[in-house]
Structures are given as C-alpha cells and as structure tokens.
C-alpha cells in the first residue's frame, strides 16, 4: 500500500499525558498537512509542511502542539498535557506540490485521540 | 479568509433518485473547489476538482459539480443515487497554489431503499 500512512489508529490517554502521532506521507509528495476533525465537523487545517519547512500553523495549534517533520518525509505530531477538548481525529494529508499542482489532498485514514 | 458553507448538515434520497448537495465558497480570488467523500472508518477521498475552464466538471463515481461564480456556489450532482453512496460529503476550497484547503461542515447523505 503505498497511499498515506497514520500511526496509531486509536490512542486512548489520560488528561494530562503526552501524546505523539505519526504519518507517513506518500513519498514523492512533498507537502504534508496536519488536519484535526472532530465530530459532525469537517477537517480543520492545523500546520503544513513543505519539505522540512513548516510554513504555515494554525491558531487552532497552541503551544502544547508541536509537529515536525524532520527529514522532509515522516512527520510527528505531539500533544503536551492533553486535555479532553483534544479528543478529535488527528488526519494527516500529502500532495504534490511542484509544477502542475492541482491541490489534490491524499488522506489518511486518521488517528483518534480519546482523552479520559 | 477562506471559508465554505454547506446549509445541509443531513439529507435522504431514495435509492435511484436524484442528488444535490449545496455548496458556497468565500474567496478574494479564483478558488480552487474540491468535493471529498468520507465514508465511516475511511480517509477522505478525491471526488473532483475545478480550478478554470469547464464549470462543470465530472468525477468519480457518476458525481458531477458545477462552478458558478456569480452565486458562489459549487453544488455536487448524482443524476442516480446508488446505497453505497451513502457518506458524509465534504465541500472545499484551497488558495492560488493549493497549499491551504479549508473544508465545510460536511453533508451527511443517508439512501433509503
């Protein structure tokens, strides 16, 4: 399977703990995106990478988000001292971005975030 | 600021019918517009995309979407609603460049036999 890549699916964690998804784009596409979505909404932009740059972040990501994406493949997203208004999905988007860009969005399938 | 609206947070169609979902953008300048479809458990999948020329334009699955500037809309069509159709339906709309899309509330569509 060579489409997006989100680790783990489900992560269960109590308020206060940290926590850290990971998502593997697919891998000639440079740009990686961070949504979160939660219920009876659409996706909400979080943060984009373009290579290793993070160019842009929303205000949605306060200062206990932090994600990265170090070699300009792989990116993290960390939650510091979760709070149970960050039970969400957490979904992880990639696209090409060079030449004939059409903003085509490749998902996937998500990592849920419950906090107790 | 981008943003997109979907009035219609649910509809039913029976199987066979006709469908329209209604979408409107807010954009300073030509928009790139995307329908995305999420089924239960599933990431959200491309169902087309316009960014100039023909206003209307065909997708997967039989879907088709119309651009109409002067109302700021660009609602998906079914001519023929099949069961498996039944998903949640994501309008959007990304800048020049496509490096930021912003989603609607999403359309939930139920098919009744």
């Known amino acids: 399977d060579t489409g997006v890549s989100q680790n783990p699916r489900h992560k269960i964690t109590k308020r206060g703990q940290n926590v850290t998804f990971r998502c593997d784009p697919i891998?000639?596409?440079?740009?990686l995106y961070w949504y979160r979505q939660t219920l009876g909404q659409g996706p909400e932009f979080l943060t984009y990478?373009?290579?290793?740059?993070?160019?842009?972040k929303s205000r949605l990501l306060s200062d206990r988000f932090s994600a990265e994406r170090p070699k300009g493949s792989f990116s993290t997203l960390e939650i510091q001292r979760t709070e149970q208004g960050d039970s969400a999905m957490y979904l992880c988007?990639?696209?090409?971005?060079?030449?004939?860009?059409?903003?085509?969005?490749?998902f996937g399938e998500g990592s849920r975030l419950t906090v107790l | 600021a981008q943003s997109v609206t979907q009035p219609d947070i649910h509809i039913t169609v029976s199987e066979g019918a006709s469908l329209e979902l209604r979408c409107n953008y807010s954009?300073?300048?030509?928009?790139?517009l995307f329908w995305y479809v999420q089924s239960p458990g599933q990431g959200l999948q491309l169902l087309l995309k316009?960014?100039?020329?023909?206003?209307l334009v065909q997708g997967i699955k039989g879907f088709e979407a119309e651009f109409k500037r002067s109302q700021s809309s660009f609602n998906l069509r079914k001519p023929s609603v099949h069961w498996s159709d039944a998903a949640e339906y994501f309008c959007?709309?990304?800048?020049?460049?496509?490096?930021?899309?912003?989603f609607g509330a999403g359309t939930r569509l139920f098919v009744k036999a």
């Open positions: 954009y300073g300048a030509t928009p790139y």
């Open positions: 959007a709309v990304a800048n020049t460049g496509g490096f930021k899309t912003i």
């Open positions: 316009y960014f100039s020329g023909d206003t």
């Open positions: 988007a990639s696209s090409l971005g060079v030449g004939t860009n059409t903003g085509e969005l490749f």
């Open positions: 891998s000639e596409h440079n740009r």
């Open positions: 990478f373009q290579n290793e740059a993070q160019l842009e």
